[in-house]
């Protein structure tokens, strides 16, 4: 890779990066109460390393993103029919940038169902505001049908 000087450089592609995370869960009754709080700082590329032969392997253009995330949420389960049924909520914000422009937050309600020991049927529906887009409302159902083996 050429540097803006015009000197050529090789070597390892990486950026001094600082995260923690803080989080906390409680469990009682067939009741959750979930909650995680991440922070990151520090710069990142504008594209992933997929393969190191890759061409896009020598770009090392940062990030508009600027050099700090953070990301919270916050899930509550409480059970309808014991072991069997249960509601759930959840925030969840991730803000990819120091500012507010470009956060994305989802507001879901949803259930879950537990056919069997080995089966279980999850629903959610979620409204996303995602400040980053030209219209920043939408609406996400997800369905799941799981397998324990």
Known sequence: MVDENGVTQNGVRKLQQRRYAISAEYVANGWTFRSEYAHSTG???????????????????????GNKAQGVYALVMAPII???????????MYQPSKGAEKQRTLY??????????????????AHVHDRSLAKPDYSLVDVQLSFKF
């Open 108 to 125: 879901e309600i949803g259930f879950n169902y537990e056919i069997n020991y080995n089966v279980r049927l999850s629903s959610e529906y």
């Open 82 to 92: 014991k072991k069997k049924l249960y509601a759930k909520a959840r925030y969840d």
């Open 43 to 65: 710069e990142a590329f504008a594209k992933s390393l997929v393969n190191t032969n890759d061409a896009a392997a020598k770009d090392c253009t940062l990030s508009s993103n």
